[in-house]
């Protein structure tokens, strides 16, 4: 199977507004689940690109970029674990093992790609001290061109080459190398969940955290089921908390206004 030239396109596309979409609108563009979910719809297979997505989005969810961070960029990896799984037909273990490094490649890129644009930064500062407006927002829109390149060209050079790349990662990588990618793929959403409860007040919600693993590991619900659990608790816990009036204390019903002195109320 080779990719036909609409598909590279969208591909690339969609690598570029990935980075874009994180950086302005965040409409959902920049997690993986739904950017593996738009890649398996481009290759004609959206229930692996869901997969893939949703498994790589389990690293990520303990993980955010702040004052300037560069993370792995597993959103770019559901794109190339996509596309090669598909080619391939391997299964998501596979995409997800290729995902990884790709991943930890992108944090290098990502950076080349900051570094590039203190560039335009400078320009902007310049043309501040101008008060040239036009040329501010010119240069704003220019900064954008290299966080685009930083995801588009890699995804375009390792998506080019298809089959070629993808058979020459299946006939040269030794077992180990191959199994050690598989095993870190099922290892790292375990960190990631671990990472998002460490900053979340797990203790005082134990028991919940206790019920959702006992539906999944012992009764086999469903995510969705789970999911439903979760939301049923969320609802009564609301509403044994935060919707309790202060109990009047006795012998104070009827008392208002402000208390004197004295001891006694005062309109």
Same mark, same amino acid.
């Given at each position: 199977?080779?990719?036909?030239?609409?598909?590279?396109?969208?591909?690339?596309?969609?690598?570029?507004?990935?980075?874009?979409?994180?950086?302005?609108?965040?409409?959902?563009?920049?997690?993986?689940?739904?950017?593996?979910?738009?890649?398996?719809?481009? *290759?004609? @297979?959206?229930?692996? #690109?869901?997969?893939?997505? =949703?498994?790589?989005? %389990?690293? +990520?969810? !303990?993980?955010?970029?702040?004052?300037?961070?560069?993370?792995?960029?597993?959103?770019?990896?559901?794109?190339?674990?996509?596309?090669?799984?598909?080619?391939?037909?391997?299964?998501?273990?596979?995409?997800?093992?290729?995902?990884?490094?790709?991943?930890?490649?992108?944090?290098?890129?990502?950076?080349?790609?900051?570094?590039?644009?203190?560039?335009?930064?400078?320009?902007?500062?310049?043309?501040?001290?101008?008060?040239?407006?036009?040329?501010?927002?010119?240069?704003?829109?220019?900064?954008?061109?290299?966080?685009?390149?930083?995801?588009?060209?890699?995804?375009?050079?390792?998506?080019?080459?298809?089959?070629?790349?993808?058979?020459?990662?299946?006939?040269? *990588?030794? @077992?180990?190398?191959? #199994?050690?990618?598989?095993? =870190?793929?099922?290892? %790292?959403? +375990?960190? !990631?969940?671990?990472?998002?409860?460490?900053?979340?007040?797990?203790?005082?919600?134990?028991?919940?955290?206790?019920?959702?693993?006992?539906?999944?590991?012992?009764?086999?619900?469903?995510?969705?089921?789970?999911?439903?659990?979760?939301?049923?608790?969320?609802?009564?816990?609301?509403?044994?908390?935060?919707?309790?009036?202060?109990?009047?204390?006795?012998?104070?019903?009827?008392?208002?206004?402000?208390?004197?002195?004295?001891?006694?109320?005062?309109?």
């Amino acid at each position: 199977m080779d990719l036909a030239i609409w598909q590279i396109v969208l591909l690339v596309i969609l690598a570029a507004l990935t980075i874009l979409d994180a950086l302005t609108l965040v409409i959902g563009l920049n997690f993986p689940v739904i950017t593996g979910t738009i890649a398996g719809l481009i *290759m004609g @297979d959206v229930t692996l #690109g869901l997969a893939i997505g =949703a498994t790589l989005q %389990l690293m +990520v969810l !303990g993980v955010g970029t702040y004052g300037g961070a560069s993370i792995p960029d597993f959103t770019t990896g559901a794109i190339v674990g996509t596309v090669f799984a598909v080619l391939s037909g391997q299964d998501a273990e596979f995409a997800i093992g290729l995902a990884v490094p790709v991943g930890l490649l992108m944090v290098q890129l990502d950076i080349l790609a900051r570094f590039t644009n203190t560039f335009f930064l400078h320009r902007i500062d310049a043309n501040i001290d101008k008060g040239n407006i036009t040329a501010v927002k010119r240069n704003i829109l220019y900064g954008a061109f290299p966080w685009a390149l930083s995801r588009a060209l890699p995804v375009f050079i390792m998506i080019t080459f298809g089959q070629g790349v993808v058979d020459f990662i299946l006939n040269t *990588m030794p @077992d180990w190398l191959m #199994g050690g990618l598989k095993v =870190a793929g099922g290892i %790292l959403p +375990v960190v !990631g969940i671990a990472i998002l409860l460490r900053y979340l007040p797990t203790g005082k919600f134990v028991a919940y955290l206790i019920i959702g693993f006992v539906a999944t590991a012992y009764l086999k619900v469903p995510m969705l089921g789970v999911a439903l659990i979760g939301t049923a608790l969320a609802i009564i816990y609301f509403k044994q908390n935060f919707n309790k009036k202060e109990p009047a204390l006795a012998g104070e019903a009827g008392l208002v206004g402000k208390e004197n002195e004295d001891g006694e109320y005062e309109d």
